[in-house]
């Protein structure tokens, strides 16, 4: 009998806790592919073409209208004229809709960060901070700073499968 309530309770928890999820532009299962250009500002300086993508894993309810979204992503790039870079990072995504805002501009705004390391042209730490304007739901522009390197500022246009 206490197998049978144990089966139970783990399908209605695996049911209803899906059903929990806010409704985010970086939920669970969402994969977005970005491409971006900005300024490098190491050794000289130069440009920063830039190439991602991202991949929602969990979402976290810290508060009913702070659903943050936990994931991964990895960023190519080409330092010009010196070098090509690669990263990897694990990321956090909060969806400023989950406020329910007056402005309705700000229902279109997502901000993000992730901390990885970038394993090309050395091994390092990496890390970057961004804001996303969500368009509809598949198309949006994004502003991004790199942290640890001198990467600088990104600005792109991302879509979501």
Do not use: C
């Not at 993508?53 to 991964?72: E, H, K, M, R, S």
């Not at 080409?78 to 700000?106: C, E, I, M």
């Not at 509809?136 to 640890?148: G, K, M, N, P, T």
């Amino acid at each position: 009998m206490k197998k049978i309530i144990l089966v139970f309770v783990t399908a209605l928890v695996l049911g209803v806790v899906p059903s929990m999820a806010a409704e985010t532009y970086s939920e669970p299962g969402s994969v977005t592919a970005q491409l971006g250009i900005g300024p490098y500002w190491g050794y000289g300086g130069g440009a920063n073409l830039q190439a991602g993508i991202d991949g929602g894993l969990a979402q976290i309810p810290i508060a009913p209208t702070f659903p943050l979204d936990l994931g991964v992503s990895a960023r190519v790039g080409l330092f010009t004229p010196q070098w090509l870079y690669a990263s990897v990072f694990g990321t956090a995504h909060y969806s400023w809709k989950a406020l329910n805002p007056r402005w309705d501009w700000v229902n279109h705004l997502e901000t993000y960060i992730g901390l990885g390391i970038q394993f090309l042209p050395g091994l390092s730490l990496a890390g970057y901070l961004g804001t996303d304007y969500h368009f509809d739901s598949h198309w949006a522009i994004y502003l991004e700073a790199s942290a640890f390197d001198y990467g600088g500022t990104v600005i792109g246009a991302s879509y979501k499968f």
